[in-house]
């Protein structure tokens, strides 16, 4: 418990390079994840070579953080290989849709979280880029990706070289519904999101960007509904070529 309320984002690492014996561990680990029918419907892309980095990092629009990592770790649906050990025995397997392709994200997300936690607790920190889905396309060429598979998200691993603030969360009260979803009045809203506009981190950022609202600052800067229309159009077609519609 300890461990998970004290989670922060790392996107400065020492130099140290992570042991493979370490990395093995870790990765092990988030292979205990819960998934659909045992199926482990993931598979894990292991980036340590500095130039194959560099190569991702334009696809992660060269944010800092994915060039300084000693390892990236790009975290794949995977249908392919389930699909493929299905054909060899005789099998006709069907997982060429929208409901497959979300049961082998959701395996695949389990599984990053449960390295994600297995790595901090080995000292290690971490960053996830979520600009995996952004630019799939580009990273399954780059990555050799086949049929059935797809680029869900990427971390970064490496030693701490920061030591971060932990970041602002919602009150519970916000997240937890009893028994039926309430839905929020105007008057909710306000009250559980005071304490996030009310932090001056928050209001430099609506400053910075010369916004009047907290809220301005995502819907006019940071997740764009042009740019939200383009990646979903852009991700809808490469699930098409990668056989999910």
């Known amino acids: 418990m300890e461990l998970l309320n004290r989670h922060v984002s790392i996107r400065k690492f020492t130099d140290q390079l992570v042991e493979e014996e370490l990395l093995q561990s870790i990765i092990y680990s988030g292979s205990r994840a819960s998934t659909t029918g045992n199926m482990q419907l993931y598979s894990v892309v292991v ?41 060899i025995n005789k099998a006709n397997p069907g997982y060429g849709n929208l409901l497959s392709f979300t049961t082998a994200v959701i395996d695949a997300l389990l599984f990053a979280q449960n390295v994600c936690v297995a ?75 005071a304490l996030k506009e009310q932090l001056e981190s928050s209001k430099k950022f609506v400053s910075e960007n010369g916004k009047e609202t907290l809220a301005q600052v995502f819907t006019d800067v940071r997740y764009k509904k042009a740019d939200n229309e383009f990646f979903s159009a852009k991700m809808l077609e490469t699930l098409k070529e990668q056989g999910f519609m």
Do not use: M
């Not at 990706?145 to 969360?169: C, H």
């Not at 519970?172 to 039926?180: A, F, G, Q, S, V």
């Open 47 to 87: 980036n340590r070579k500095s130039e194959n980095i560099e190569k991702l990092a334009p696809l992660h629009f060269n944010q800092p953080v994915s060039k300084a990592a000693p390892v990236l770790l790009t975290f794949v649906a995977d249908f392919n290989r389930f699909s493929k050990w299905c054909e």
């Open 119 to 193: 790595a901090e607790n080995n000292g290690l920190g971490i960053c996830y880029l979520g600009t995996t889905t952004y630019n799939a396309k580009e990273i399954i060429k780059e990555l050799g990706l086949p049929k059935l598979t797809f680029p869900i998200t990427t971390v970064a691993i490496g030693y701490p070289d920061e030591q971060p603030n932990l970041s602002d969360r919602l009150p519970l009260k916000c997240l937890i519904h009893n028994e039926r979803y309430t839905d929020y009045t105007k008057e909710g809203i306000d009250e559980l999101h």
